[in-house]
C-alpha cells in the first residue's frame, strides 16, 4: 500500500525513526538512487535531478547487514551467512520492480511509498497515482480535479517536486498542449519514459482521475 506522510519540514527525514539509506541501480534512462527508511521508499532520484536533493534527503549508502554468529567468531570467518536489514530488502525490492518495469513486464508498483510533504502537495502526487500507465494528463486536469483548474502553476511545482520519480508518475503529466515540459531530470528523459510506457499500450478512452480505488493512504503528521 502506498502511504503519503505531511510533514512541515521536509528536512523532517527521521520521524518514523529509521535511518535512511540508499542504492544506485543502472537504468535505460541512467543511474537511479532509491532511499528507503526500513518502512518504505521515501525517494527516486535521477542522477541529474533538478533540484539536487540534501544529503538528509539520501541518508547513507546501503551497507549489508551482518549477523555476528553465536559462537563468537568473525563474519569473515563464519562465512556467507548474512541476514539482510529491512532496509536491504525493501531496496532490493523495490530494484527488481523498477527493473521489471524498463523490461516491460510490470505496470504497477507494489513496493510501499512513503512521501512527506504539504497537504496541497500530498493531494497533487495522490492524483499522479491515478494517471494510468500508458496514459496522460495536463497540469489542468490535475488542477480540475483538485477543483480549481487555474491553479495549473501550483500543480506543476508540486509535481516537479515529487521525490520518488517513476513509482509515483509525475512524467505522465504534460502541458495542455501535449508539449513535455518541466521534468526534474530534463524533458529528454521524461520523453523516453512516456515513450516506453506509450510503446506497445493500444489506445484507449482516458480514465479520468480517481476513477480507480485508490491505493494511497494518508497519515497526517503534526506540524
Known amino acids: 500500500m502506498t ?9 523532517d527525514t527521521n520521524a518514523s525513526g529509521a535511518e535512511r539509506r540508499y542504492l544506485d541501480i543502472d537504468s535505460p534512462v541512467g543511474v537511479l538512487r532509491i532511499v528507503a527508511n526500513g518502512e518504505a521508499i521515501v525517494g527516486l532520484y535521477h542522477e541529474d535531478h533538478s533540484p539536487v536533493p540534501a544529503q538528509s534527503l539520501l541518508g547513507r549508502p546501503l551497507e549489508p547487514s551482518v549477523v555476528m554468529p553465536a559462537d ?12 539482510p536489514s529491512a532496509t536491504e530488502v525493501l531496496l532490493q525490492r523495490a530494484a527488481g ?3 521489471q518495469y524498463f523490461a516491460g513486464s510490470r505496470r504497477h508498483f507494489d513496493v510501499p511509498v512513503d512521501l512527506r510533504g504539504t497537504e496541497f502537495q500530498r ?30 502553476r501550483a500543480v506543476g511545482a508540486a509535481v516537479r517536486a515529487n521525490p520518488v520519480s517513476i513509482i509515483v508518475p509525475g512524467h505522465r503529466v504534460v502541458s495542455s498542449t501535449g508539449a513535455v515540459v518541466g521534468y526534474a531530470a530534463g524533458n529528454a528523459t521524461k520523453t523516453e519514459l512516456l515513450d516506453r510506457e506509450s510503446d506497445g499500450v493500444p489506445d484507449a478512452d482516458p480514465v ?13 503528521a503534526p506540524d
Open 123 to 152: 493531494m497533487v502526487w495522490t492524483a499522479l497515482t491515478g494517471i494510468p500507465y500508458g496514459q496522460r494528463r495536463s497540469y489542468r486536469d490535475i488542477a480540475a480535479h483538485l477543483g480549481n483548474a487555474g491553479m495549473g
Open 97 to 99: 520492480e523498477i527493473g
Open 208 to 220: 479520468p482521475l480517481g476513477s480507480k480505488k485508490s491505493v494511497v493512504r494518508h497519515i497526517d
Open 72 to 83: 563468537g567468531r568473525n563474519q569473515a570467518e563464519a562465512g556467507p551467512d548474512v541476514s
Open 3 to 11: 502511504s503519503i506522510e505531511s510533514s512541515s519540514a521536509e528536512e
